[in-house]
């Protein structure tokens, strides 16, 4: 597709409940980001992909949180055993290079809207 | 570490009156800028950026940015707004030491609303 994509838009979830986020980013793009964006706040680093790569997974809040890119593509966060303090927005981003120097953008999906009751 | 303080949460605005929307950073070394525009129910934009070269930067919509290395401010202006300017703006950072692992630092977010 022309932009990156992210699905679901919105899940609920029943606390406990594990959950799958996923990620199209734009074709080609090597870079591929997870943010989580909190009602109120901007968005937080969790983890950064280069091709199949996870590079950097710093900000994982917990080793509830896992996200893969097996083929450089297409990406999956999961988190398992959701709380309450997961709810937020997951936004994906991708890039075209793995240097700062070429464009300096992100381009972002729509996020996915988490709702943990 | 970097981290963006945006000192504004909320900024109402005239409509075709001009507005500057605040944001400084703290790195211990040189940075590349940008600011990012969140319309509702969408996804982040990019607005306009700074990587090098001329210290005032202009974007999209007819925003534009000026980075003061002295002040470590990057804020954004724009002469005339538009209702269509209504949406959340967000500055963000990325440390020049970080090539390669270019993860961007967001500042929380200024809701611009355009008063009609």
């Known amino acids: 597709g022309a932009g990156v994509s992210q699905s679901p838009r919105y899940k609920v979830a029943k606390r406990g409940q594990d959950v799958a986020l996923r990620c199209d980013p734009i074709?080609?793009?090597?870079?591929l980001f997870w943010y989580q964006q909190a009602l109120g706040q901007g968005p937080e680093f969790l983890t950064y992909?280069?091709?199949?790569?996870?590079?950097?997974k710093s900000g994982l809040p917990s080793d509830r949180f896992f996200a893969e890119r097996p083929e450089g593509s297409v990406s999956t966060l999961k988190i398992q055993r959701t709380q309450q303090e997961d709810s937020a927005v997951y936004l994906c981003?991708?890039?075209?290079?793995?240097?700062?120097?070429?464009?300096?953008?992100?381009?972002f999906g729509e996020g996915s809207r988490l709702t943990v009751l | 570490a970097q981290s963006v303080t945006q000192l504004d949460s909320q900024v109402p605005v005239f409509e075709e009156a001009p507005v500057e929307l605040r944001c400084n950073y703290s790195?211990?070394?040189?940075?590349?800028l940008f600011w990012y525009v969140q319309y509702p129910n969408q996804g982040l934009q990019l607005l306009l950026k700074?990587?090098?070269?001329?210290?005032l930067v202009k974007g999209i919509n007819g925003f534009e940015a000026e980075f003061n290395k002295s002040q470590t401010s990057f804020h954004l202006r724009k002469p005339s707004v538009h209702i269509s300017d209504t949406a959340e703006y967000f500055c963000?950072?990325?440390?020049?030491?970080?090539?390669?692992?270019?993860?961007?630092?967001f500042g929380t977010g200024t809701r611009l609303t355009i008063i009609p």
């Open positions: 981003a991708s890039s075209l290079g793995v240097a700062v120097e070429y464009t300096g953008e992100l381009f």
């Open positions: 074709s080609g793009h090597v870079s």
């Open positions: 992909f280069q091709n199949e790569a996870q590079l950097d």
């Open positions: 790195s211990s070394v040189s940075v590349y």
């Open positions: 700074y990587l090098s070269g001329s210290t």
């Open positions: 963000a950072v990325i440390s020049i030491s970080n090539f390669g692992n270019e993860k961007l630092t």
